[in-house]
């Protein structure tokens, strides 16, 4: 069996979690893509295409 | 266009289109509990501003705060040349006014940024808020502040003290609170609005949502307060004729790159500089063939510009003399051209 053929024949002190650390250091680097980004658009929140102005909705 | 031209075109307009809209989330925290703090304070709103009347009410110019400012001598020109109607400046305008002897009628502040703006009104926080950040040394309009010394800080705080009196300050729901406490102690005249920051029809509106806390009228920004100034001309001020200066959207063609705004941010983005130069866009001036460039965050705000353009109610004309900002929705005039058309009207 598959299993068989991959144990090793001595066991390791810690656990290897290389592939999580490697999913963790990308998402860290997205997450600091993403915040440089957000300060491109600057201080200030606008999305496009609204009126000059408003008062409400007349409540 | 070359092939290598359209790919740098293409970049620079993906980088646009991630820009629109991306700050919404992180902002929208902010802009909602600056309201709530803000409420006690809000108690004038711009709808109660008193009636303009004669020259005042006939033209306006909107003092933005854009390198040609500095480089044109627009405001010194301005204060030169007698400008009788009203005189509308940005925050990081105000200062470098004064400093010309030109008093602004009104004063706008948006940004809700809590340690920088509050240096344009001369900060008492200054060398805690100037440690690790260069946003200051990377401002064309006024040595002043590029210097970021501690004298010329104080210098400012007594000017806006002896002169805050004087001028109305159009001041948004999203500001920090150090600048509501500042302009207080200055003792200036506070009439406030919020930022109309999207469709209030839809039903999970952030506008709507600040609305609900104080009911301020709103006004659309384009996401910078040079932009939110010719609202308040044209829809609150009703001026038929605006002219506009500092409103460049872009920088010198001289300006080394990193010193732009945001730079460093598209460093990060890009995770390297390999690719820096297609972030940034080139434009000829019409009046005077002069080259600029632009980076996506101002060629956006130059965008959401254009479009609150087309709902216009005044004449609007770009006195700037430099930038980005012409389209066939606005006309590009000499400054003194504006000024001297001003005073023909009066003669």
């Given at each position: 069996m598959e299993e068989d053929i991959l144990k090793g024949n001595f066991k390791v002190k810690n656990p290897i979690k290389a592939n999580d650390e490697k999913v963790e250091k990308s998402s860290v680097r997205e997450q600091l893509r993403a915040k440089a980004l957000a300060s491109l658009g600057g201080s200030m929140v606008y999305m496009e295409r609204t009126e000059l102005t408003w008062e409400g909705d007349g409540e | 266009m070359s092939s290598g031209a359209g790919i740098k075109e293409n970049k620079f307009k993906e980088i646009v289109?991630?820009?629109?809209?991306?700050?919404?989330?992180?902002?929208?925290?902010?802009?909602?509990?600056?309201?709530g703090l803000n409420l006690p304070d809000a108690?004038?709103?711009?709808?109660?501003?008193?009636?303009?009347?004669?020259?005042?009410?006939?033209?306006?110019?909107?003092?933005?705060?854009?390198?040609?400012?500095?480089?044109?001598?627009?405001?010194?020109?301005?204060?030169?040349?007698?400008?009788?109607?009203?005189?509308?400046?940005?925050?990081?305008?105000?200062?470098?006014?004064?400093?010309?002897?030109?008093?602004?009628?009104?004063?706008?502040?948006?940004?809700?940024?809590?340690?920088?703006?509050?240096?344009?009104?001369?900060?008492?926080?200054?060398?805690?808020?100037?440690?690790?950040?260069?946003?200051?040394?990377?401002q064309d309009l006024d040595m002043a502040f590029r210097k970021n010394s501690i004298e010329q800080n104080q210098e400012h705080i007594k000017l806006v003290d002896q002169q805050g009196h004087l001028s109305r300050f159009i001041i948004a729901?999203?500001?920090?609170?150090?600048?509501?406490?500042?302009?207080?102690?200055?003792?200036?005249?506070?009439?406030?609005?919020?930022?109309?920051?999207?469709?209030?029809?839809?039903?999970?509106?952030?506008?709507?949502?600040?609305?609900?806390?104080?009911?301020?009228?709103?006004?659309?920004?384009?996401?910078?307060?040079?932009?939110?100034?010719?609202?308040?001309a044209n829809s609150i001020l009703k001026i038929p004729r605006i002219g506009l200066v500092g409103m460049d959207f872009g920088y010198y063609y001289d300006t080394p790159k990193e010193k732009t705004q945001t730079y460093y941010e598209l460093i990060h983005h890009l995770e390297g500089d390999s690719d820096i130069d297609q972030c940034f866009m080139d434009f000829e001036f019409p009046l005077t063939k002069e080259k600029f460039y632009t980076d996506p965050t101002y060629y956006w705000y130059r965008r959401n510009f254009l479009g609150l353009l087309e709902k216009k109610t005044s004449e609007t004309y770009n006195c700037t003399e430099a930038g980005t900002l012409f389209s066939e929705n606005i006309q590009c005039v000499n400054l003194d051209s504006f000024l001297g058309s001003m005073r023909g009207e009066r003669a």
């Open positions: - | 289109e991630q820009v629109a809209g991306v700050g919404y989330q992180r902002h929208a925290d902010t802009l909602v509990k600056h309201a108690k004038r709103t711009i709808k109660q501003l008193p009636p303009l009347v004669g020259e005042k009410a006939r033209s306006a110019i909107v003092i933005s705060a854009g390198p040609s400012v500095y480089k044109r001598n627009s405001i010194k020109r301005i204060a030169a040349q007698g400008f009788r109607g009203s005189v509308i400046a940005v925050d990081g305008a105000y200062i470098a006014c004064l400093k010309a002897g030109l008093i602004p009628d009104f004063v706008l502040t948006l940004d809700p940024h809590p340690s920088r703006i509050v240096r344009w009104f001369g900060d008492h926080d200054f060398e805690k808020h100037a440690e690790a950040d260069d946003y200051f040394a990377r729901s999203s500001a920090p609170r150090n600048v509501v406490k500042r302009l207080k102690e200055a003792k200036g005249d506070l009439y406030w609005w919020n930022p109309l920051v999207d469709d209030p029809k839809r039903p999970d509106s952030l506008t709507k949502r600040i609305y609900a806390i104080n009911k301020l009228p709103c006004m659309a920004t384009g996401g910078t307060v040079g932009t939110a100034s010719w609202v308040f």
